[in-house]
C-alpha cells in the first residue's frame, strides 16, 4: 500500500532556507572585513525544562522581537527583516508584523539602511524591498505588494563573493 503524506500547515520553519542564505553571507561578510551584521535573537523567557531531555518545556515571549537582523557595514547601520512567501503573485504584507515595520521606521529615522529581502519560492529569485518602498504600500493599508513591483522597482539579489545570495554587492555597500 502506498504511502500517503498530507502537506503539514505549520509556520515553524517557514522562512529557514533564506535565513541559511543570509547566515552565511554574514559570516562571509565578517571574514571579508565588510560587515558585521548579526542575527537578532527572539527575546524568551523559560518557564520549565524537561530534566531527562534537557529540553524547554514551556516558554513565553518576554517581548515583541525586533528585525532579523542589523548591524553596521562601511560605515553605515543596516536591519533588515527575512521574508520568505510561496505566493507567486504577490508577498503578503501579513507576513510583516506591525511592530517590525515600527522598528525599521525607527532605523531609518537615525539614518539606517532598511529593507526587507523577499524570496520568491516559486521563482526562486530574492529581492531588497527598501523602506520607503514598503512604507508606501504599508501607510496605504495594502493587503499585498505585488511581484511585479519586485521585478520593476526593486534590487535583484544574485550571487556573488561565493555565495548564493550576495546582498550587500545588491545594495552597493
Same mark, same amino acid.
Request: net charge positive.
Given at each position: 500500500?502506498? $504511502?500517503?503524506y498530507k502537506k503539514r500547515n505549520s509556520h515553524s520553519n517557514?522562512?529557514?532556507?533564506?535565513?541559511?542564505?543570509?547566515?552565511?553571507?554574514?559570516?562571509?561578510?565578517?571574514?571579508?572585513?565588510?560587515? !558585521?551584521?548579526?542575527?537578532?535573537?527572539?527575546?524568551?523567557?523559560?518557564?520549565?525544562?524537561?530534566?531527562?531531555?534537557?529540553?524547554?518545556?514551556?516558554?513565553?515571549?518576554?517581548?515583541?522581537?525586533?528585525?532579523?537582523?542589523?548591524?553596521?557595514? $562601511?560605515?553605515?547601520?543596516?536591519?533588515?527583516?527575512? *521574508?520568505?512567501?510561496?505566493? *507567486?503573485? @504577490?508577498?503578503?504584507?501579513?507576513?510583516?508584523?506591525?511592530?517590525?515595520?515600527? $522598528?525599521?521606521?525607527?532605523?531609518?529615522?537615525?539614518?539606517?539602511?532598511?529593507?526587507?529581502? !523577499? =524570496?520568491? @519560492?516559486? =521563482?526562486?529569485?530574492?529581492?531588497?524591498?527598501?523602506?520607503?518602498?514598503?512604507? !508606501?504600500?504599508?501607510?496605504?493599508?495594502?493587503?499585498?505588494?505585488?511581484?511585479?513591483?519586485? @521585478?520593476?522597482?526593486?534590487?535583484?539579489?544574485?550571487?556573488? $563573493?561565493?555565495?548564493?545570495?550576495?546582498?550587500?554587492?545588491?545594495?552597493? !555597500?
Amino acid at each position: 500500500m502506498a $504511502r500517503v503524506y498530507k502537506k503539514r500547515n505549520s509556520h515553524s520553519n517557514r522562512g529557514k532556507g533564506l535565513e541559511m542564505y543570509i547566515d552565511q553571507a554574514i559570516e562571509r561578510y565578517r571574514l571579508l572585513k565588510v560587515a !558585521v551584521i548579526e542575527r537578532n535573537e527572539i527575546p524568551i523567557g523559560i518557564n520549565k525544562v524537561d530534566p531527562k531531555t534537557n529540553k524547554i518545556t514551556d516558554a513565553f515571549f518576554k517581548d515583541k522581537a525586533t528585525v532579523d537582523y542589523s548591524g553596521p557595514s $562601511r560605515g553605515q547601520f543596516l536591519a533588515f527583516d527575512a *521574508k520568505e512567501t510561496e505566493d *507567486k503573485r @504577490k508577498f503578503p504584507l501579513k507576513n510583516l508584523h506591525n511592530h517590525q515595520y515600527e $522598528r525599521l521606521k525607527e532605523y531609518m529615522e537615525q539614518g539606517g539602511v532598511c529593507f526587507l529581502l !523577499v =524570496h520568491f @519560492k516559486e =521563482h526562486h529569485e530574492t529581492y531588497i524591498l527598501k523602506y520607503w518602498d514598503l512604507a !508606501v504600500w504599508w501607510e496605504e493599508g495594502a493587503k499585498s505588494i505585488p511581484y511585479q513591483f519586485f @521585478k520593476d522597482k526593486c534590487i535583484k539579489c544574485g550571487p556573488g $563573493r561565493n555565495l548564493p545570495i550576495d546582498f550587500l554587492a545588491a545594495l552597493n !555597500v
